[in-house]
């Protein structure tokens, strides 16, 4: 993790007329293992993968695996228990992650679950902005 000092001396170097050592340096400091908060942050897709794939395979049924998801919108408009099911593959789960997170406008959640378990959630809406003016 980059000390305060050290993050400062990156801002330093990167302002000034970037040199063949300067880009050597921020670019080691910028692959150097951080905490999750920063955007720069290595990710292992091969394990996340891993860990999806054992997660459909325990919660399939019939070759389905359903997801439970929610989320604020930047309005204030929110939806929880939001079902979706399908094939129970890695493959599918992504791409239905990728779509689920490329129309976020705001804070995001979800769940994998059992069909037989999201069938009994039912999916619920309030308008937080809207509750805090009285309306």
């Not at 040199?19 to 910028?30: G, Y």
């Not at 939806?79 to 990728?98: H, K, L, Q, S």
């Amino acid at each position: 993790m980059l000390t305060k000092e050290q993050f400062d001396g990156l801002n330093d170097l990167y302002r000034r007329i970037p040199t063949r050592t300067t880009r050597k340096v921020i670019k080691h400091l910028l692959e150097l293992p951080v905490n999750n908060w920063q955007p720069w942050r290595r990710e292992d897709r091969l394990a996340r993968r891993m860990a999806a794939a054992a997660t459909i395979a325990e919660l399939a049924e019939d070759g389905l695996v359903a997801t439970v998801s929610g989320g604020r919108d930047c309005d204030g408009f929110e939806v929880r228990g939001e079902v979706d099911v399908m094939p129970a593959t890695v493959v599918e789960y992504e791409r239905w992650f990728n779509r689920f997170c490329d129309g976020a406008e705001g804070p995001i959640w979800h769940n994998l679950e059992r069909p037989s378990v999201a069938e009994g959630i039912e999916r619920s809406t309030r308008d937080v902005f809207a509750e805090a003016e009285g309306y």
